[in-house]
């Protein structure tokens, strides 16, 4: 999905391993995740989802990442680093992406227009906000999330904490250290904005 964070988060990965493939655009509106033939690969119907020649699927963005970025410069050798990174791709999935990514889906999803109220919008805020504070806590003492390389950890949390101003209406200006993270994140080799997508791809049948 062009503008979904978790799928931004697997065509980062990729481009930083050199993983080629074949990107089919599934974007709202195109009514790809709906139809049968991809409930029948993904019955929770959400991108991004990878399809291997052979049939095998594997859907979730932090579990694609985990699958092809497991043994690569991106996972620490070390087991309780390695867990440290698990911890923060577990936490993204259930704090940081359920607040400042679902706002950002709420303000900017012409389908979510009825959830624009006031006491749905500003709990998202205030959770949303507490979420970066506490990545701006770790990220003033280390570099990266998991320490002094950058691991998974970042690549999933780098999408909806960069669009988190300009999509999801938060307040970085008191986040230092989370805006140097993520000028450290985009300097790293491999780097695509949100907007990109790779030579090979199509829209999804039906969406134009
Ligand atoms: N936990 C999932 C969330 C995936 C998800 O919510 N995908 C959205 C786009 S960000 C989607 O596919 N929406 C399509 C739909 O709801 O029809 C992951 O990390 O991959």
């Not at 359920?98 to 012409?110: E, F």
Request: aromatic share 10%; proline share 6%; with cysteine.
């Amino acid at each position: 999905m062009p503008s979904s964070g978790n799928s931004h988060k697997v065509r980062l990965l990729f481009r930083k391993l050199g993983i080629e493939y074949r990107h089919v655009a599934a974007e709202y509106g195109s009514g790809v995740t709906t139809r049968p033939e991809f409930l029948r690969k993904n019955p929770h119907g959400r991108v991004p989802l990878v399809e291997w020649d052979d049939g095998r699927i594997l859907s979730e963005s932090n579990a694609i990442l985990f699958h092809f970025g497991d043994g690569t410069k991106f996972t620490p050798s070390d087991p309780f680093l390695r867990s440290k990174m698990l911890e923060w791709m577990f936490w993204e999935q259930n704090s940081h992406e359920a607040s400042v990514a679902v706002r950002a889906a709420i303000l900017n999803y012409a389908h979510r227009e009825a959830e624009r109220r006031t006491e749905v919008l500003d709990p998202l805020f205030d959770a949303g906000q507490r979420n970066l504070a506490r990545m701006n806590a770790q990220l003033e003492t280390t570099p990266f999330l998991v320490g002094d390389d950058i691991t998974l950890a970042d690549i999933c949390l780098y999408p909806y904490t960069a669009t988190a101003e300009s999509r999801g209406g938060f307040d970085l200006s008191e986040m230092q250290a989370v805006i140097t993270w993520l000028a450290r994140v985009e300097a790293d080799p491999g780097h695509v904005a949100l907007e990109w997508l790779p030579e090979r791809s199509q829209n999804g049948p039906g969406s134009g």
